[in-house]
């Protein structure tokens, strides 16, 4: 083979060796992903309007929670749940996948989660709060509840196909139903709030506000409040290479195709 041949052969493939090691450095130096999740119980307010000047009275019985949380990396696996019914206890439990990946924490006051990332893996957490309540109406009742969420990190840079891939969210819902003159009415709330890596999206966000839902009575009646969290955290790995690894490859083909024509008309002499 001619030693022309031969160079544009090694140019190219340092071109290839050097694009692909760019590729490798830049998923490697990248921060990996950490989302968080918190939903201050200890806040939670109600606003009651009564009807005829009649304040009614709401009563909350026990809290119902779940926690589970998952992460995975190379050699090491973690998988944990927790199922807790009529909770009264202000001890805090942990649904604890490694601390260093991904947990869910609650209380009666508290009622959080993180999940971490670390090279070449993934974490998730979640959890949900169930409270029943009576309400003896008629009237209107307002429930708030503060949140605070967060996702850092550099995956959606390199994530070119991942459709909500990252994310920390949290939402709930509230139900009500009333028997009045031997009929019944029922009314339902809804309110989600959430943040999600998207390529091109900033890698850091953190939003805090309120949950917030309403419930009209048109008379006594039971109901439901349910909130939830939910993360999910994947290592900044790319799918596709990096622009300049193309550009690397395109360089190194071309100048082997200007040696082997250089070769060809070198002979036509």
Request: net charge negative.
């Amino acid at each position: 083979m001619n030693h022309l041949v031969k160079h544009g052969l090694l140019v190219t493939a340092c071109s290839i060796g050097v694009g692909l090691s760019q590729s490798s450095v830049a998923a490697d130096t990248t921060v990996p992903v950490a989302a968080t999740a918190t939903i201050d119980w200890s806040k939670l307010q109600l606003s009651i309007t009564g009807v005829n000047d009649t304040v009614p009275t709401v009563t909350f019985s026990g809290q119902n929670t779940s926690l589970s949380s998952y992460a995975s990396s190379p050699g090491q696996y973690e998988n944990n749940s927790k199922s807790i019914n009529n909770w009264t206890d202000p001890k805090s439990a942990n649904a604890d996948a490694g601390t260093t990946f991904a947990n869910a924490l609650a209380s009666t006051l508290n009622f959080s989660g993180d999940a971490n990332a670390m090279q070449s893996g993934s974490a998730s957490s979640s959890g949900t709060r169930t409270e029943q309540f009576t309400f003896d109406g008629p009237g209107v009742l307002t429930v708030t509840v503060p949140y605070t969420i967060s996702l850092n990190g550099e995956t959606s840079n390199y994530c070119y196909y991942c459709y909500n891939y990252d994310h920390a969210s949290v939402s709930g819902s509230a139900s009500f139903n009333s028997y009045v003159d031997n009929g019944s009415s029922s009314t339902h709330s809804n309110s989600s709030f959430s943040l999600h890596n998207y390529y091109g999206t900033p890698p850091s966000q953190s939003q805090s506000g309120t949950l917030v839902f309403g419930i009209f009575a048109s008379g006594a009646g039971n109901g439901s409040l349910n909130v939830n969290f939910d993360l999910s955290a994947h290592s900044p790995v790319s799918s596709v290479p990096e622009p300049e690894s193309y550009a690397m490859l395109l360089a190194g083909l071309g100048l082997m195709g200007a040696m082997v024509r250089r070769r060809g008309n070198n002979r036509n002499i």
